[in-house]
């Protein structure tokens, strides 16, 4: 228990959860405006301008991002002009500041992504996305925050020892990447903290050696990893979900092989029963009070209580 708490307490700080009498100054934001296809880098990295040359006004993805490193915080602020079919590429892959992703589409469907061949989050720095798909083709390097809300991650996830993860009601797997499992075959190496509430997971049968086959999470050198009212789903395969050493749980979790004994834990279910969390419990109602999708949680017909997972209420 005394473990358990002090990894939250950790966590909290890394997150920004901090009891400071005068809060800090609001972010520098920045609106991309640009067509997704259009790039280049920021004409003054630190003058508080996002624009790829002086007046043209023009702000994009990777130029917001150098001006947030720049200037240490920034909110980016994405339109809903980028579909999948034709997504923004990040190619300013290092973050050295404390940004956040932010895409003004909300609805049942995702239409808005981007794409990054691989990421790297500094230590002391913190990349958080909320409403927006990342899909990373190579790997995730996290020595600072990575912190999803109602976001997708795709592609394996590296955390180093002091880095964080949190997905809250969010959705990841590793299908976008062209590397082979790395040598932990899992989809998150976790040797840092690992945090997953209200957030539901992929993998596949693919074939012998096979990205899909790998585990979801390896936690190891000191590692901690916390799950709650997460769902793992894999797809008929029969190799554990969890590698080494085992998580903590949270309560209503459904996976298999993460030998997991809190209230309402599951061993080989898949996204069922549904509606089974209290009102309260893991922020049911309070803290998550909509799906991935928007929809309200608890949902408003039937018994007060939240689905595991990211849908249904």
């Known amino acids: 228990m005394r ?4 990894t939250l307490a950790v966590a909290a700080l890394a997150l920004g959860w901090t009891t400071a009498c ?3 100054p609001p972010p520098a934001s920045f609106t991309v405006n640009v067509a997704p296809g259009v790039t280049g880098g920021d004409a003054n990295p630190g003058d508080g ?3 790829t040359a002086p007046g043209n006004g023009q702000c994009t993805l990777d130029a917001a991002v150098q001006e947030g490193n720049a200037l240490g915080r920034a909110d980016i602020h994405m339109t809903p002009t ?4 034709n997504p923004p590429v990040l190619s300013e892959t290092t973050i050295t500041g404390q940004l956040t992703v932010i895409s003004a589409y909300e609805g049942v469907v995702r239409e808005f992504e981007i794409r990054a061949p691989e990421l790297h989050i500094a230590a002391g720095a913190r990349l958080a ?3 927006a798909e990342l899909l990373v083709t190579g790997t995730t390097t996290v020595e600072g925050a990575l912190v999803l809300t109602r976001a997708m991650q795709v592609g394996w996830i590296d955390v180093r020892a002091g880095g964080l993860v949190s ?3 969010s959705i990841g797997g590793v299908w976008a990447s062209d590397l082979p499992p790395p040598a932990t075959n899992a989809w998150i190496t976790n040797r840092g903290t690992v945090i997953l509430r209200f957030s539901e997971f992929q993998r596949f049968d693919h074939g012998a050696g096979t990205s899909m086959g790998a585990a979801f999470v390896h936690t190891l050198d000191g590692g901690s990893t916390l799950i709650g009212a997460t769902v793992f789903n894999r797809s008929g395969l029969a190799s554990p979900d969890c590698l080494g050493t085992p998580p903590t749980s949270l309560g ?5 092989g993460c030998n997991l004994s809190g209230p309402g834990d599951l061993e080989g279910a898949g996204s069922f029963p549904l509606r089974d969390i209290p009102l309260g419990t893991l922020g049911c109602g309070t803290e998550v009070t909509v799906t991935w999708d928007g929809h309200p949680r608890p949902a408003p017909d039937g018994a007060p209580r939240c689905s595991r997972g990211v849908w249904h209420g």
């Not at 473990?3 to 002090?6: G, L, V």
């Not at 209503?252 to 298999?256: A, I, L, Q």
């Open 167 to 169: 997905f809250d009601n």
């Open 252 to 256: 209503y979790n459904s996976t298999s």
């Open 22 to 24: 005068e809060p800090p």
């Open 3 to 6: 473990r358990t708490i002090t």
């Open 82 to 85: 980028a579909e999948v079919s």
């Open 129 to 131: 996305l909320q409403q």
């Open 49 to 51: 301008v996002c624009e």
